[in-house]
Each structure stands twice: as C-alpha cells, then as structure tokens.
C-alpha cells in the first residue's frame, strides 16, 4: 500500500505530521520532530499549503516540555 502512494517514507512521515498537526493531535514542536524537520522550517511548510500555527499556551508548555526532555546534557 505504500508503494501506491509514491511517496518515500521520509515524505509519508512529513504528510502524517502535517496531518496531525492540522488535526490538533500534535503540538508544532511534536509535529515537527515526527516530520524530522526544525521547528520552523517545519512552520514555513505549514504556511506554504495555508495551514495556521494555532498556538496556544498549552501547546507552549507541552513543547517546552518536549524540547526539554530531548536536550543533550
């Protein structure tokens, strides 16, 4: 079935975060890393296909959680 979509993983892996992301099941700093893409980088995608950041304090918190726990002693 994948193979049927003529997508690398790589691309199936950043179509499921956006997908996600728009869903409001991940955070940006979540969705990214899924995607394998900086955080921004990842943001300019989203603005290239017209999806919103729709950010909120509780999604800052969960990612400043997640960035935390993903930093190199």
């Known amino acids: 079935m994948v193979h049927a979509t003529h997508l690398t993983p790589s691309e199936i892996k950043r179509e499921l975060a956006i997908l996600l992301f728009e869903q409001d099941r991940l955070t940006l700093a979540r969705a990214a890393a899924l995607a394998d893409m900086p955080w921004l980088t990842f943001q300019h995608l ?6 919103s950041p729709h950010y909120d304090v509780a999604e800052f918190e969960q990612d400043l959680i997640a960035l935390q726990q993903t930093e190199m002693p």
Do not use: K, V, W
């Open 46 to 51: 989203l603005a290239s296909r017209g999806i």
